[in-house]
């Protein structure tokens, strides 16, 4: 059985970054905060106080694509924030498709509030149910 880890997520935005926590062993996501940072080093500065708190094994970034499953100017954007993740604090990062998580919660109104960090705790159960998959499958191979 593979070591129980805990992972951060985090559902990017220009304006606000939603974060989440969860481990392997429940699959859950917990939403823990929506950052509205004014600059850049104050974003990596609150996301430095939260890895110092929860001590992650690795990151998770929401992967903004169209319906159609095509990118866009924010897939990219988030996917530099990722590898500015893993650069800053050398942890590994992995993407998880994120299209839907929003428009799955928007209708939530006790959610409204921190939408971001709830979506981040959607895009984190995600992977950790895309990586159950993954093993499923490898257990039958």
Known sequence: MPKP?????FDYGTRRVGVAVGNSVTGNGQALKTIAATSTETLFKE???LLKEWQPDYLVVG????PDGAEHAMTT???????????????PVEWVDERYTSAV?????DMRDNLDAH???????QYFSELSAKAML???S
């Open 5 to 9: 880890m805990t992972v951060m997520a």
């Open 47 to 49: 996301i430095e106080n």
């Open 63 to 66: 992967k903004p694509v169209h």
């Open 77 to 91: 954007k988030a996917t530099r924030f990722g590898n500015q993740l893993h650069g800053r604090f050398n942890l």
């Open 105 to 109: 919660l928007e209708g939530e109104s």
């Open 119 to 125: 979506s981040a705790a959607l895009i984190l159960e």
């Open 138 to 140: 490898k257990s039958v």
